[in-house]
């Protein structure tokens, strides 16, 4: 394996780390003060193919390989959590399922409007009751009526559910107690009866819209199931698994924006009569960022790696957002730490960014459900060794 990036994915990172410092970065506190997007610069990532990441050519999509993804996430991360976030969202789980499953008429519908620069796309699995348990959990509902499917039931914490023209549903379909209960639909957000509620008020990633969502009676037309009917919780699994790999790449951002904060500061900040990166408990914080992020990017690309190859890629991607998302959490804190008191006000970045990088261990699998992924696969790899 060649964990070198060729030519072109050094450009490709190079455009897009002056992308998002002109475009993101700057206006990033703004972001996050506002709990609103920067359009503008969304727009501008249409061009660039940040936002067609994950759509097909013949829609405008770059059709980019699995690493210039990281790449491009990391990017966005280092520069603002909430773009970062509602951008990865759009990609991962907006656009991607459909890219995958969507009939040529499915995509002709939806891919001009969420590729428009005004729309980020969405997907729908979490419940008020059941996030990390959606076999279990998952009580929304649709029942066959003549040529289309009614909608019952509610969906809670929803990325960009307000700003999608369409969101991917994961509802439950058929009753016999097992995976093949499930099925992904497309519901046009102008559906009449489902209701997106206004914006959670979070903790971090404010700009990044939240949304629960309440689907009464909402009709759908049998056509808009995405895949096959009973193949929505597979689809699932497999959406995260590739989603894992983009939040693990986005957490390796915000511990880099943390990191470069961290040294920056403390090559300034004066104690004891030098530099307080001259203390050596300053120093350990810094050398264990250094090489936590570096651990943590490789195995992200590792994971994209397999992607690209074809092969199973899905423990490798558990292992690279368990890694990358808890190695935010904690060079986030050590950056704070190096600030001291300023750490802890709004007038530096690293306040944002260890609100914005606590959800990473939480969304699209909680660090509880990457140990379970993890350990289940190894125990597996067991059953080829002798006793
Ligand atoms: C900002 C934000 C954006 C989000 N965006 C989306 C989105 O776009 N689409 C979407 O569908 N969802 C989204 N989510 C929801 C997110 O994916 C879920 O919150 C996450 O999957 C965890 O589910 P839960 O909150 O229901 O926690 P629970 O499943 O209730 O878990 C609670 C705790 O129990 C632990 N736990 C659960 N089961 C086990 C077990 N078997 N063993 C050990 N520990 C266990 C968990 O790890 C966790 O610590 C978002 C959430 C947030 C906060």
Sequence with gaps: MDFELNHEQKMWQRT????CEAELKPFAAEVDETGSLRWEAIR???DLGLTTLEAPEAHGGFEMDAISVTLAMEELGRACGSTALSVAAHNG???????RWGTPEQQAKWFPSLLDGAH????ALTEPQAGS????GVQTRAARDGDDWVINGAKAWITNAGIAPVITVLLRTGSSGGSHDFSMMLVDTTAPGLTIHPPEKKMGLKGSPTHMLSFEDVRVPAGSILGEEGGGFHQTMQTLDNGRIGIGALSVGLAQAAF???VKYARQRHAFGKPISEHQAIQWMIADAALEIEAARLLVHKAAWLKEQGRDFGKAAAMAKLMATEVAEKVARNAIQI???YGYSREYPVERIYRDQRLMTIGEGTSEIQRMVI???VLREFDHYPA
């Design 16 to 19: 897009v780390r002056d992308f």
């Design 44 to 46: 501008k990532m249409r």
């Design 93 to 99: 789980l907006g656009c991607s399922p459909i890219k």
């Design 120 to 123: 980020l796309g969405a997907l």
């Design 133 to 136: 348990d959606l076999l279990g």
């Design 260 to 262: 470069e904060e961290g």
């Design 339 to 341: 600030h001291g008191s």
């Design 375 to 377: 350990a289940r696969r």
